[in-house]
């Protein structure tokens, strides 16, 4: 595969700028998925993340600024983001603590919940998905600005819930109204989309709010409100055009998690990305190979056990043995790369290292984990 550095080019008052180093690994057919979208009618800017890879019709890792709103720029899993809540628990040992993650594959009864569903969406609520959908019990690894880690109240052996999940099928029947009508076309009525999509990015954040109280329940621990809930898969209106993120998280003055594998560390970064990146930052370390070419080189190289246990000593939970080897590890980019590409474009700071203890999948089917 090609790699590329930070490339700007131009059409016209359109251009596409990647935000990568040479040594970063950029795949060709997802610079191209950025100039097909350049050539769109009233775009004006493609900004490419260093997790830049190939999507359905449209790349994944880029914030795009145009005059028009394309709904698939979206996607169907409108609101998907990643939320960092602080958790409180004593002996956190992996094994054990595996063992008592809920099914998060069980919807909850809505009555359960003491607030308003957005757009009065109740199908999947309180569940996790599939893909690479997550919720992982992680440590604080290292602190790499103490002030800034200060004011979030974190510091080093300190726990917390990342999790890592959108609109479920909210956000699809979404884009589904819209594409069995327009295609891929712009929105006939942009307010009218608007309105459900943006009842399906508060929908993705109640989610993940669930999924972590759910966890900490069964945890027999106390969770508080999350420090960081970012979406990253949206539109916004700014400065008079339509801002569409897939798998780019919003870089203005945020902190974002930008999560990298379960056998690996994420980064809690202090995002200060301008205009000429679209106001965005990457959203993890981003996949290298296809799920396909993960399901065959992994069984070639790894078995089922060897996934379930990683280097770091954490514990993945995965019923799931084809979701097992396409998620592995290898089968995405190198997170330090990422965040490397983020810090020499100026686009964001790191602030601390997370390091996975258990990272929940899909339920295992054995019964001796639901004691």
């Known amino acids: 595969m090609p790699t590329c550095p ?43 993340m260093p997790d830049l890879h190939p999507g359905k019709g449209a790349p994944i890792g880029a914030a795009m600024a145009s005059s028009v709103l394309y709904p698939f720029l979206v996607g169907s899993d409108i609101g998907c983001g990643i939320a960092v809540f602080p958790i409180r628990l004593k002996r956190p040992d992996p094994q054990r603590l595996a063992a008592r993650f809920p099914d998060l594959d069980a919807p909850l009864d809505p009555s359960m919940v003491d607030e ?16 690479n959908h997550f919720v992982e019990l992680a440590r604080v690894d290292g602190v790499l600005d103490v002030g800034h880690a200060d004011r979030l109240g974190l510091a080093a052996g300190d726990l917390v819930l990342v999790v890592h999940s ?57 969770v508080s409100e999350p420090i960081v809930d970012q979406c990253h898969n949206l539109v916004e209106l700014r400065d008079g055009e339509y801002l569409h993120r897939k798998g780019a998280a919003p870089g203005d003055g945020n902190d974002v998690l930008i999560a990298g594998t379960r056998g690996t560390h994420s980064y809690l970064v202090a995002a200060h990305a301008g205009p000429d990146a679209n106001y965005s930052v990457a959203h993890g370390a981003g996949r290298k190979m296809s799920r396909a070419d993960a399901l065959r080189r992994g069984k070639a190289k790894h078995t089922v056990e060897e996934l379930r246990r990683t280097p770091l000593g954490s514990v ?47 339920a295992d089917a054995a019964p001796a984990r639901r004691r």
């Open 166 to 222: 959108g609109s479920r099928g909210f956000g699809e029947r979404i884009l589904r109204a819209h594409t069995e009508v327009h295609g891929a076309g712009r929105a006939a009525d942009p307010a009218a989309y608007l309105a459900q999509h943006d009842d399906a990015v508060r929908w993705g954040s109640l989610n993940r709010r669930l999924l972590a109280a759910r966890v900490a329940d069964a945890l027999g621990a106390g």
């Open 6 to 48: 930070c490339i700007v080019q131009e059409r016209a008052s359109v251009s596409v700028t990647v935000f990568a180093g040479s040594s970063s690994w950029i795949e060709s057919d997802a610079v191209a998925q950025c100039h097909q979208v350049a050539a769109l009618d009233g775009m004006r800017h493609v900004a490419a």
């Open 316 to 362: 993945v939970v995965c019923g799931d043995r084809q979701l097992l080897f396409e998620e592995a590890p290898t089968a995405y980019k190198r997170i330090e790369q990422v965040i490397a590409d983020l810090v020499d474009h100026k686009l964001a700071t790191p602030v601390v290292t997370t390091a996975p203890v258990v990272t929940y999948k899909v």
């Open 116 to 131: 308003d569903i957005p757009g009065g969406h109740t199908e999947s609520l309180g569940t996790v998905g599939r893909g």
